[in-house]
Each structure stands twice: as C-alpha cells, then as structure tokens.
C-alpha cells in the first residue's frame, strides 16, 4: 500500500476538543450517517456487528440531561448549585452525542472481549469519522454510562454496556499539545 501522508499527519495531530469547548453548527443527518458508515468499518471477528448507535440531537438532549440530573440528585442529595448545573447539560454540551452501545455476549466462536474491543475500535473510528468531516469531537464514558437507572432513560437494555459517548460539533478553541508517553516506558520489542 501507498504510504498515506495525510492520514500520518492527522494521526500525529489528532487531539480531543472537550465536549464544552463546541458548538453549533453540529453536523447535518447526511454528516452523520456517513460518519457511522465509516465508524462501522472496523476488525468484527464474525461479522457480528457487536454494537449499535444511538444519536441524540436536538431537543431530546435537553430532557434527557434534566432526567439524568434527577438521578444524579436522587444519589447526591447535597450535590452543589454548580455540580447540579453540571448534571442539567451532560448531553447538551456539543450539539450531537452518539452513544456507542456494545451488544458484546457469548459465542461458541467468538470471544466476548474481542466483540467488547470491536465497540472500542467503533469509538475511535466516530472520533476519526467527525474529523474527517470537519467537527470537534470527544469520547467520554461518565457516571450515567454505567449506572442502570440512566440507562432506561438512554434508551440501553439490560444485557447493552455503553462503550463510549461521542460528543460532535464545531470547536470553539484550538487544543494544545499534551504530554505522550515515551516508547522506551511502554514497549517491549520480542525478536529483531
């Protein structure tokens, strides 16, 4: 294969915008459906398709923000003005969240945790797929991906695990550069 020099240099400039630093505009139905396209297109031992999406736009992010706060308030009766602030916007902060639900489970052939790793490849292909396209984005996981209450109000069943929230729209800043760790700390080269 041709040495792809674009996708090299996006790879070693590639950086998450946090999901309050976005704005609108956030991407159209066609952006998004053509970023899934390209998130799906990822190592699926089986040919499984061991995840799905959920995208949350619009209004819908408001009420669920609201009924999420309601939960984290019901566990947190002394939570902060503030904190309280925080929880009323969870999904509002970027003007899309596509949640990425792993629907990994058992299989004669397939190991779970290889299905579970296809949901990560999933993420980091939506991350790659929203840049592609132009938009800020941010994989976060947060308190409600594994709490079962919020789970109802997102729309997961009881055997789903959510692999990550994408947050998408316009950045409002430029990231800056932060610390990597150094190869000789995280590489172990067995053979020549």
């Known amino acids: 294969m041709p040495v792809n020099a674009a996708l090299k240099t996006y790879l070693e400039t590639r950086r998450s915008i946090p ?7 956030g991407p159209s139905r066609t952006e998004i459906e053509e970023m899934l396209r390209l998130a799906s297109r990822v190592p699926d031992h089986g040919k499984l398709a061991p995840w799905r999406f959920i995208v949350y736009s619009g209004a819908v992010r408001e009420r669920m923000s609201l009924e999420l706060a309601d939960i984290a308030m019901a566990r947190n009766p002394e939570m902060a003005d503030d904190m309280i602030a925080v929880e009323k916007n969870r999904l509002t902060r ?5 949640a990425v639900v792993s629907c990994a489970a058992p299989h004669v052939k397939i190991p779970e945790w290889e299905q579970v790793l296809s949901a990560g490849a999933v993420c980091l ?18 308190w409600f991906a594994f709490d079962e209450k919020a789970h109802w109000v997102l729309g997961i069943s009881g055997d789903e695990k959510i692999a990550g929230f994408i947050h998408i729209g316009t950045p409002k800043m430029h990231p800056g550069e932060r610390p990597r760790p150094e190869l000789a700390d995280i590489v172990t080269f067995a053979g020549e």
């Open 94 to 98: 970027a003007p899309v969240v596509i």
């Open 19 to 25: 999901a309050f630093q976005m704005s609108e505009p």
């Open 125 to 142: 292909n939506l991350v790659m797929a929203a840049n592609a396209l132009g938009y800020a984005s941010n994989w976060l996981t947060e």
